[in-house]
């Protein structure tokens, strides 16, 4: 034990010298990518796609390698900003209602703006179009966003984007009101959060969230982007990899920025993926099995990011650790307070004491649990308990892929078998007995704050009676019929491709 708490002093001094007086509240830039794998970095060994400026953005980070998000979109992002599990938040989907942020939790940024911080998002929402969940009522001074959980979506009720947008020159929200652009999205959003970080900086420590829409299909691609791959794989992955490669382009200009402006040793830059892999898993998927989708580690192994010249030094990380973990990782380098209640709200851990010293000590038990959701509109979630879930430890991760109301367990070795080939549920009962009345204790209590189930949305998606309300033009009959509010199925003539 001794070396435990001289260890534990360390570090409690090491955090220390790290806030040393108010000035010293670093700015934070967060960027989530949508839909991008883990093996969608070059340093991450991808034979074709080159990523030279999150290479370089990695090299000099510490970088969480067993690192664990939710295997959708709007679930991580309800994780990210409450640092609990999704269905805790009443997101159990990313439409029909079950996307929206129940409005009994706190934010990330609720918390930084306490701290003295102003907010902004830049991108992807997803956790709710109508007004009362938007962003700029849940804690972001700054908010230049798209609908749904994607642009140009349209899905039954509130969840989708203003009428007739693509990729390319969309109407974007900001503070409220549609700004028609000239551009793609990604740069949009990049040239935006940069503009904004302009005009606050030395003011007041920023928090800025970019979180791009690429590259989530469709894949609508730069011509310019999609050439960079052209002939070196299949048609649909050169546009993949084309939009990443506009990514990474907009990483580079933002590092840049931020070195020019002399942010560089005051600006902790975070970067994220927010599921498992999709367009790109077919050229490379870092030897994992299962992508975005999925409970296997291939659905929920995401990148994390963490860099701060001059405060954290370059390294690796292999603690089991999640984006569960965010919120109280920056709250606490932000200098946050938390009420009790926020502190009863937080189920993830700190993750300072590891960002300063990697290979501090860890919890050999800690348990995270991963289930896709999704199950079928106004059913029994009771039915779909064990239909693609997951329980993680460390060493173990406990799959049910196709249980429903009755698990059908695998086990996984994953210290020794990161590809999960070889189920070893036969060989050590006593573990999946053990994990599996976890995941039940887990269940019993997420249940009730399930919220979303039964809601029944507004009768046409709000970014677009507000884009028409601001431009003129109207629902038409078809409208109507495609955002009609208590569809279990989608419509045919909408787009029939379920949103993640
Ligand atoms: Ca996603």
């Known amino acids: 034990m001794p070396h435990r708490s001289i260890a534990a002093a360390l570090v ?26 883990f093996g969608d970095i070059s340093a991450h060994g991808n034979p074709i796609l080159r990523t030279p400026n999150l290479d370089r953005l990695r090299a000099e980070s510490v970088r969480f390698t067993d690192f664990q998000v939710s295997p959708t979109c709007a679930p991580t992002r309800s994780v990210l900003h409450t640092g609990r599990h999704e269905f805790k938040n009443g997101v159990s989907h990313t439409i029909f209602e079950r996307e929206r942020l129940t409005l009994q939790a706190t934010t990330l940024p609720q918390v930084l703006k306490a701290a003295g911080y102003t907010t902004g998002i830049f991108g992807k929402w997803h956790l709710g179009d109508e007004d009362d ?51 793609y999205c990604t740069d949009l959003f990049f040239a935006q959060a940069l503009k904004w970080i302009e005009s606050v900086q030395g003011r007041q420590p920023f928090y800025a969230y970019i979180a791009t829409n690429a590259p989530h299909s469709p894949l609508q691609v730069r011509p310019e982007d999609e050439a960079r791959y052209a002939g070196k794989v299949d048609a649909n992955t050169a546009k993949y990899f084309g939009m990443v490669a506009n990514i990474d382009d907009n990483v580079g200009r933002l590092l840049e920025r931020l070195r020019t402006l002399g942010l560089e040793r005051n600006t902790l830059v975070v970067f994220m993926n927010d599921n498992g892999g999709t367009g790109g898993v077919r050229t490379f998927n870092a030897g994992m099995r299962g992508q975005k989708g999925t409970p296997y580690l291939g659905g929920t192994h995401a990148a994390s990011f963490w860099r701060w010249p001059g405060k954290l030094a370059p390294a690796d990380c292999d603690a089991l650790t999640a984006h569960l973990d965010f919120f109280p990782t920056i709250a606490e380098i932000a200098g946050a307070k938390l009420s009790a209640d926020v502190q009863k709200q937080i ?43 997951a329980v993680r430890t460390p060493r173990w991760h406990l799959v049910s892929e196709r249980g429903g109301a009755t698990p059908a367990w695998e086990l996984y070795d994953v210290a020794t078998d990161h590809g999960e080939q070889t189920n070893v549920a036969a060989q050590h009962a006593d573990i999946v007995a053990q994990l599996a009345a976890r995941y039940d204790t887990w269940w019993r209590e997420t249940r009730p704050l399930l919220v979303n189930e039964k809601a029944i949305g507004p009768k046409l998606n709000p970014f677009k009676a507000a884009y028409w309300q ?12 495609i955002m009609e509010p208590h569809q279990t199925q989608l419509p045919g003539g909408a787009k029939k491709k379920k949103k993640r």
């Open 12 to 37: 409690a001094l090491a955090a220390s010298a790290l806030f040393a007086g108010e000035s010293a509240k670093p700015n934070i830039v967060f960027v989530l990518t949508d839909d991008q794998g």
């Open 133 to 183: 969940y938007q962003p700029g009522r849940r804690g972001y001074d700054e908010v230049y966003i798209h609908g749904g959980g994607g642009i140009g979506q349209t899905y039954p009720g509130s969840c989708g984007d203003a009428p007739g947008n693509t990729y390319f020159d969309p109407a974007i929200r900001h503070n409220g009101k549609f700004e028609k652009t000239h551009g």
């Open 347 to 389: 189920e993830g851990r700190s993750l300072l004491p590891l960002l300063i010293e990697p290979g501090a000590a860890r919890d050999p038990d800690r348990t995270l649990f991963t289930h896709v959701g999704r199950w079928p509109r106004f059913s029994d979630p009771d039915q779909a308990k064990f239909a693609k879930c």
């Open 470 to 481: 601001q431009f003129g033009g109207g629902p038409t009959a078809e409208d109507y019929r």
